[in-house]
Each structure stands twice: as C-alpha cells, then as structure tokens.
C-alpha cells in the first residue's frame, strides 16, 4: 500500500509531475494571495446562518487540497484531521476518484436524470454489491434516498415501518442520525433535539454501553451485558409497556456522541435478541462505513449482519449520495414510497465507485486499523503526563480523547468530569499549529480525530507530534490556573 508521503512542496499541494519528470505547478484558477480569508470570513460571519457550525470554530479559508491537506487563503498548510466529517475516505482530490468524476464529464452523459437507469449508476451498485456483507448482499435491494444521511435514515425507518405493519423504534442514547425531523426524534442531543421540538412519540430510547461514561453506574462488561438485559427484558417482559418495534437503529461506533464503540459481544447480543422478536435491526453506516473503523463496515468487527444498513459520507467519494441496503423480504414500498429530487447524482456515484474500488485494492480498511491501533497507543502513552485525557478511544481512524478535568471530582467508577473549555482550548492550539480536528460527544469535550483512511505513516507521525506540543501547552495553562474556574468562565 503506497504511503502517501508529505507533499515534497506542502506550500504548493497542486504540485505535480510532468511527464519528463520535472515537478511544476498545476494551474489555479485563481491565485490565494489575492484572495482575501479576513474579508471572506467576515462577509461569511455576515451573511449565513447562526446555525453554521465548523466555520466558527475553524475560520479557514480553504482554496486547495491534496491528499490529507488544506491550504488556505492565508497561504497556510493543515493536515486535515476532519476530512469532511469522515467523508473524505481518500482524502481530498485523489487521482481516481477526480479521473472518475472527469470521465463522466468528458462523456457527455447527463449529470441529472432523477432515479433513472445509466451505465453510470449499474456500475456503482455493482461495485457497491461486491462489498457489501455477503449475507445482506446475497438477496437485498439498493434505494437511493436524497444524497443526505439523515435522509436515509428517514428512508430506513420508514421501510421498517411499512414492512413490519408497526410504529415504534428504539434508538441509542449517544446516537446521532441527523437533523431532519425523524433523523432527529432519533438522535440522542437534548441541544439540538428541544429547540426542535424533535419528538417520536414511538420511540424508545436505550443505554447504550458507554466503556467511560457507563449509564449504569457499572462499567465494563457488567455496564454491556446491563443493556443487552435491558434491551431482551424490554421485548420479552408481558408488562413492559413497549410495544414491539418495527425497528432498532444502531451506530456500530458512536461518532457525534463521542466517538464510542459498540462492544462487539453487546451488538451480537442486540442483534440475536432483534432477530429472536423479529425486529429489523438498522446499522447506521453514514460514518462508520468504507474501512473507517479498520473493517469494511463498522458491523463486520462483530461480525453481525444488519437487515438495512444506512450509507453516506464515503459512498459517494466526497459527492453527496446516500443509500439504503436492505433484505429483499422487507421491500414492500409501494411506488414512490421515498422520492426525492436528487437521487441519481452521477458525478457522485462515479465518485464513489471509485473510492470504493481504491479502498479494497489498497486495503485501506485494514491500513486504518493498524494506524489506528498505533495512534491509539502513542495517545494512551500520553494520558500518564497528561491527566487531562480521560479516555483515548475509537476503532481504526475514527477516534475521540475525552478532556476532562483532572483536578474534578471523580464519579464512582473514577471518570473526571467534562472539561469542554480545556477541549476547545486543545482544538484552538492544534488549529495554530496546522491541525484541524473538531470536538463532539457529551459537553462538547472529545476531541475527534478522523484523517483520510490514506493518511501517511509520516503525517501520522506529524499529526502525533503537533498533539503533544499542544497538550504540552494546555496542561501547562491549566496548571497554573484553577481548571474549575477555566471551565466556569468558559475559557
Ligand atoms: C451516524 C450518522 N448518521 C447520520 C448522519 C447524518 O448525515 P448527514 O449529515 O449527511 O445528514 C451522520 C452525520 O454525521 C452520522 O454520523
């Protein structure tokens, strides 16, 4: 597997190599030193939303990318650690996915023909069905939802509804399926879920087993096989008040809430208790999927076998597109059950064949979980000089440090309280040293790491190296001011 090595002239990622073998630049179509990222950024502040969300806390100006790096309008490099939320399986302009989507363009096929059939499309699916988890891929069928995650969540949901003749569904605490009314009822964030006034009166919701943060108080194994009892008692008691559900839905690796694995043995346990009362079980593989998490599907780690899985993000290779896979028992839709303009992308399905195809011949599933496994490692190394890491987690390279406050009352299995200002202090310092990383989870305080699955090993060691001097810098500043009053004041 090729290791994408630093670009040699990281001030010029476009750099490239002519045939004679001289490097020299690509053509820009326009010049960022005369672009200006103050300017920008203030008409940005001006006009949009108050709900934009990474643009407030990274006022970057992005105008070229390459592989694992954003340059932007400041003429300044960052290695990307966000790679659009973990869509970016390829990271940023990849020669095959942008020759995919070139192809297409040359060809003059349409760029938009609703749900209709093309070659483009026939040879996404048949890309995608080679991947699939042959259980599911054996007999299932493909819908394209609008090209949004939580769109297909709405479609999965609405699928086991019609299917099972039943309303309710269970969902996760810590689950984020999206923003969209249904994505949303399902979603765990009270933040976002009250002003909404997201509500399913159908749902239930779920412990889901938490390794630092355990609803039970229990920790470990006890705090999974707790929820796996729970979740069999809620279905099997006569007396327990909750329906049989037309389905659960499940993140394999919780991403916004935390970066927070399902414990292999608790999902075989919720996937033999659903199949036992004959409950569709749905993974949601927005984030998960496409060797984020060291395996092709978040699932596979388990070795469970969803009945709909949920895809975005990387399915597309950086385009919008979401899919819904499921078993062809459960297709009972009728016409037009879930429509929606934008179904039929063909510049994202080139895209995503492409990334899909690239992602198995450079086995760069199982590159994200050797990486993975050694930035897990270096980063636990660092949690005995750097009590503010409460907990290092994740699977491949979907990964989350939890900041607490070292100098906070522990609860009684001996995690420290949340230290979401110390996070967003963590996240300021690797933005001024060229990282972009975000924060997620409870209050806001895991720091989410989530590169290219083709970052290198030496930008693995770069990202590394960049983590400590900020963690240097925050402990120091912590230490000399009271990390309560940090936290209260919010700073
Ligand atoms: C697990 C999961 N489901 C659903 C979504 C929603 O996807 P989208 O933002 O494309 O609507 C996300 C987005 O981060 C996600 O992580």
Not at 329 to 355: K, N, V
Request: glycine share 12%; aromatic share 4%.
């Amino acid at each position: 597997m090729p290791s994408p090595a630093l670009p040699a002239d990281r001030s010029n990622p476009q750099a490239v190599t002519s045939g004679d073998g001289l490097a020299g630049p690509a053509p820009r179509p326009s010049s960022p030193a005369k672009i200006s990222a103050t300017k920008i950024l203030a008409r940005q502040a001006a006009r949009e939303s108050a709900a934009r969300t990474y643009a407030r806390h990274l006022p970057i100006v992005p105008v070229r990318a390459q592989g694992s790096w954003i340059t932007g309008a400041d003429g300044r490099d960052y290695l990307d650690c966000l790679s659009g939320a973990g869509t970016l399986a390829l990271g940023h302009n990849h020669p095959a996915v942008v020759a995919a989507i070139r192809a297409v363009l040359d060809s003059g096929a349409p760029l938009h023909v609703l749900d209709l059939a093309t070659p483009v499309k026939d040879d996404f699916t048949s890309a995608l069905l080679e991947v699939l988890p042959a259980d599911l891929a054996a007999d299932c069928r493909v819908h394209f939802a609008g090209p949004t995650g939580a769109d297909a969540v709405e479609a999965a949901v609405k699928l086991a509804r019609t299917a099972t003749g039943r309303r309710g569904v269970f969902a996760f605490t810590g689950a984020y399926h999206g923003m969209t009314a249904g994505a949303l009822a399902l979603t765990g964030a009270n933040a976002v879920r009250d002003p909404a006034g997201a509500g399913d009166a159908y749902l239930t919701r779920l412990p889901f087993p938490h390794p630092y943060r355990c609803p039970f108080g229990l920790g470990g194994t006890l705090g999974e096989s707790a929820s796996a009892t729970y979740v069999r008692t809620l279905l099997s008691d006569p007396h327990s008040g909750t329906a049989i559900p037309a389905a659960a839905v499940v993140e394999p690796v919780q991403g916004e809430g935390g970066v927070v694995p399902a414990p292999d043995a608790w999902l075989r346990a919720l996937r033999a208790t659903t199949a036992e009362y004959g409950v569709p079980l749905i993974a949601d593989e927005v984030q998960t999927g496409f060797g984020r998490t060291g395996a092709l599907f978040g699932v596979d780690h388990a070795g469970v076998v969803p009945d709909i899985m949920v895809l975005s993000k990387a399915v597309g290779g950086g385009l919008p597109l979401a899919v819904v896979v499921y078993r062809a028992g459960l297709d009972r839709w009728s016409e037009g059950a879930h429509t929606g303009t934008f179904r039929g992308d063909q510049l994202a399905m080139a895209a995503g064949a492409a990334t899909i195809r690239q992602i198995v011949a450079e086995g760069l599933a199982e590159r994200a979980a050797m990486l993975g496994d050694r930035l897990i490692g270096r980063l636990t190394g660092y949690q005995a000089r750097h009590t503010l890491l409460g907990q290092i987690r994740g699977r491949g390279l979907m990964l989350g440090m939890e900041i607490v406050d070292p100098t906070g009352e522990p609860d009684a299995l001996g995690a420290l309280p949340a230290a979401p200002a110390t996070a967003r202090r963590l996240r300021a310092e690797l933005l001024a040293r060229g990282v972009l990383a975000e924060l997620g989870g409870r209050h806001g305080a895991v720091l989410r790491l989530l590169p290219p699955l083709t970052l290198g090993d030496d930008e693995a060691d770069h990202l590394l190296s960049v983590l400590e001097l900020a963690l240097d810098t925050v402990s120091e500043q912590t230490s000399r001011r009271d990390v309560r009053d940090l936290e209260v004041a919010g700073v």
